[in-house]
């Protein structure tokens, strides 16, 4: 386990990442509480937002050079998402004619 943390940080929070993504898959799979589902769903929605920019950051990065681009690939995340959101009424007005 101590060879896990002499890894990059970068490394270390993509592998945890997949495992709260497959986590919160399991969640979101079983049948016996809405409550669980609900957690699952979420983890997997906060656990896809932040691999999209940690998969994006070279994996040799520092951990302040890891946070300042994780900051940035974060905000580029949520502009995208943002402006998809103000974008889907007015298309869907241009597509009506």
């Given at each position: 386990m101590s060879s896990f943390f002499k890894r990059p940080f970068v490394s270390v929070v993509r592998t945890i990442l997949i495992f709260v993504l497959v986590l919160s898959l399991i969640l979101i799979g079983q049948?016996?509480?809405?409550?669980?589902?609900?957690?699952?769903?979420?983890?997997l929605v906060v656990s896809t937002i932040s691999q999209i920019p940690f998969g994006n950051i070279p994996p040799d990065s520092s951990f302040k050079r890891s946070m300042v681009l994780y900051g940035i690939g974060l905000s580029i995340v949520i502009a995208v998402f943002g402006i998809g959101i103000i974008a889907v009424p007015y298309l869907l007005r241009l597509g009506q004619g």
């Open positions: 049948q016996l509480s809405y409550t669980v589902y609900q957690i699952g769903l979420s983890l």
